[in-house]
């Protein structure tokens, strides 16, 4: 019973700012640790916002606030920003931190801005969505690549 209300708790609060929604072949929860895990072709929908991956583990403060969630395994994503421009993308873990509405992308990155066509690959990448800002880092034995799309003026 506990448990059935610490769900309803966690999800209620969460869907008051807007609605997310979780999909998973399994969950485990920690009402005391503030840990929830979906694993199994996880889908998390909140707003235009949808992150997919093998395993998805959410931390949440001493009021059930999400403060992070890290996906794991083939995870890909759709992302749209607060200044407007979207995001789609491919890597092996995201890590997410909701009050700073920051993406931390590792692994194999392939991050497309989709609306200017600018594309990010890379070992390490962060999203700053507020900002509309992004850093990349490559790995040791490959650069980091930035590919963009110049519209040449007609003569």
């Given at each position: 019973?506990?448990?059935?209300?610490?769900?309803i708790?966690?999800?209620?609060?969460i869907?008051?700012s807007?609605?997310?929604k979780?999909?998973?072949?399994?969950?485990?929860g920690?009402?005391?640790?503030?840990?929830?895990?979906?694993?199994?072709?996880?889908?998390?929908?909140?707003?235009?916002?949808?992150?997919?991956?093998?395993?998805?583990?959410?931390?949440?403060?001493?009021?059930?606030?999400?403060?992070?969630?890290?996906?794991?395994?083939?995870?890909?994503?759709?992302?749209?920003?607060?200044?407007?421009?979207?995001?789609?993308?491919?890597?092996?873990?995201?890590?997410y931190?909701?009050?700073?509405?920051?993406?931390?992308?590792?692994?194999?990155?392939?991050?497309?801005?989709?609306?200017?066509?600018?594309?990010?690959?890379?070992?390490?990448?962060?999203?700053?969505?507020?900002?509309?800002?992004?850093?990349?880092?490559?790995?040791?034995?490959?650069?980091?690549?930035?590919?963009?799309?110049?519209?040449?003026?007609?003569?």
């Amino acid at each position: 019973m506990k448990f059935l209300t610490f769900l309803i708790l966690f999800f209620t609060s969460i869907l008051i700012s807007d609605e997310l929604k979780i999909k998973a072949d399994l969950f485990n929860g920690d009402e005391k640790a503030g840990i929830s895990t979906f694993e199994g072709n996880v889908n998390i929908i909140k707003g235009s916002d949808e992150l997919n991956a093998s395993k998805v583990t959410i931390y949440t403060d001493a009021d059930h606030q999400p403060t992070k969630f890290v996906a794991k395994g083939n995870v890909s994503f759709y992302i749209k920003t607060q200044q407007g421009p979207t995001y789609k993308g491919v890597s092996q873990e995201v890590i997410y931190l909701p009050q700073k509405k920051e993406y931390h992308f590792f692994k194999n990155v392939h991050l497309q801005q989709t609306d200017d066509r600018k594309e990010i690959i890379g070992d390490a990448v962060v999203l700053k969505t507020i900002e509309g800002k992004a850093y990349a880092k490559g790995a040791k034995s490959d650069p980091v690549i930035m590919i963009f799309k110049i519209k040449e003026e007609e003569k």
